[in-house]
């Protein structure tokens, strides 16, 4: 009673007070009626759907089992048709029902084509069926109405070779790992202390060597120079010209060797013409002061030179053509 009183006598003076009320506001109950309804709906349509897939399912197994023979048949179709079907229906595959179901005809695919591949390899495949389909696949006829029917019947081997040739591609090794296979510790083995042995006390001076043929040419500077003056003199020759020497491949290879000191040195560049050709031609070398500021910036490549290239250049250069001289041993 004391509460009630208080209250009234709380709302009598804010009545007074000209202060506002605050009443309680029932809200509408929600209507989730519509919802539920929608909801259901949705579920009853999943589950036809769901209905629907699994009889699909059904219907390939049953042509799994009254198809065996044809699938298992190399001339028939029958097989890709039928994984194609399959493969389209796991699409829709999303309840672990419908995985059951598509596992099971991928089971049934796959006892039929087992026993089908046990079946041949238990009786052999005859030479009259290999070839058989051999001609099947790869054979190009071209009997018509007025020919016999006896024509012989041609195979192309390219299609064979290209349908066989990812069999016999090289395969991926397998990934090896480097260091012991134990990780054990190894024990340490004992000190041993070595005595010193002792410096003789005698002093021994070596004999000077003749520094005569310092200041000689060596035989790659002179064939350096001397590739250098058939530049000078023809400005613009082919590389193959330059350093073939026809009767001797190391000396090929030792012209090769000091036309690359003169790239080295910007005393000679090479360059491609329009037709594709290596051009050398001869450079003034470019000053230490360049060098040295950075204006100047080396280039390198590799030339790669063999006795099968050798043989090549000495068949395509013609005879006379040979700009650098034979040297005698």
Same mark, same amino acid.
């Given at each position: 009673?004391?509460?009630?009183? +208080? ?8 009545? %007074? ?9 029932? =809200? &509408?109950? =929600? ?17 036809? +759907? ?12 049953? #042509? ?13 179709? #029958? ?48 030479? $009259? ?21 006896? &024509? ?7 299609? /064979? ?27 340490? !083995? ?8 002792? =410096? ?15 200041? %000689? ?11 250098? %003056? ?7 020759? !082919? ?10 491949? $190391?000396?090929?290879? %030792? ?8 790239? !080295?040195?910007? =005393?000679? &560049?090479? /360059? ?20 040295? +500021?950075? &204006? ?14 050798? +043989?090549?250049? /000495? ?15």
């Amino acid at each position: 009673m004391r509460r009630i009183v +208080k209250k009234e006598k709380q709302a009598d003076k804010a009545d %007074e007070e000209g202060e506002p009320v605050r009443t309680r506001v029932a =809200r &509408e109950p =929600r209507d989730d009626s519509a919802y539920v309804e929608s909801d259901q709906l949705t579920r009853q349509e999943d589950a036809a +759907k769901r209905r629907v897939l699994r009889s699909k399912y059904l219907a390939v197994m049953t #042509k799994i089992n009254g198809a065996r023979d044809e699938i298992s048949s190399v001339d028939s179709n #029958k097989f890709n048709i039928i994984i194609n079907e399959v493969d389209n229906l796991h699409q829709q595959v999303s309840k672990p029902r419908e995985q059951v179901a598509d596992a099971e005809a991928l089971l049934d695919l796959a006892n039929t084509l087992s026993t089908s591949v046990k079946s041949i390899s238990f009786e052999g495949i005859s030479p $009259a069926d290999f070839v058989n389909c051999l001609v099947s696949e790869f054979g190009k006829s071209k009997r018509s109405l007025d020919t016999q029917e006896n &024509e012989q019947i041609l195979v192309n081997w390219k299609d /064979v070779g290209m349908a066989v040739s990812p069999f016999f591609r090289t395969c991926k090794g397998i990934c090896t790992m480097l260091g012991p296979m134990k990780n054990e510790l190894k024990q340490r !083995k004992c000190m041993v202390t070595r005595r010193h042995a002792v =410096r003789p006390t005698d002093t021994a001076r070596p004999e000077e060597v003749n520094n005569i043929g310092a200041d %000689e040419q060596t035989d790659t500077d002179k064939n350096m120079a001397v590739m250098f %003056e058939i530049l000078r003199r023809r400005r613009r020759v !082919k590389l193959e010209s330059l350093i073939l020497n026809r009767s001797s491949f $190391a000396q090929t290879v %030792e012209n090769l060797f000091a036309l690359s000191f003169l790239v !080295k040195d910007g =005393r000679a &560049e090479i /360059v491609l013409d329009e037709s594709g050709s290596h051009i050398v031609s001869p450079k003034n070398a470019p000053s230490a002061v360049s060098v040295t +500021k950075g &204006e100047v910036a080396y280039s390198h490549f590799i030339f790669r030179f063999d006795f099968k290239d050798w +043989k090549l250049i /000495v068949n395509v250069v013609p005879i006379g053509e040979e700009l650098m001289p034979h040297r005698e041993d």
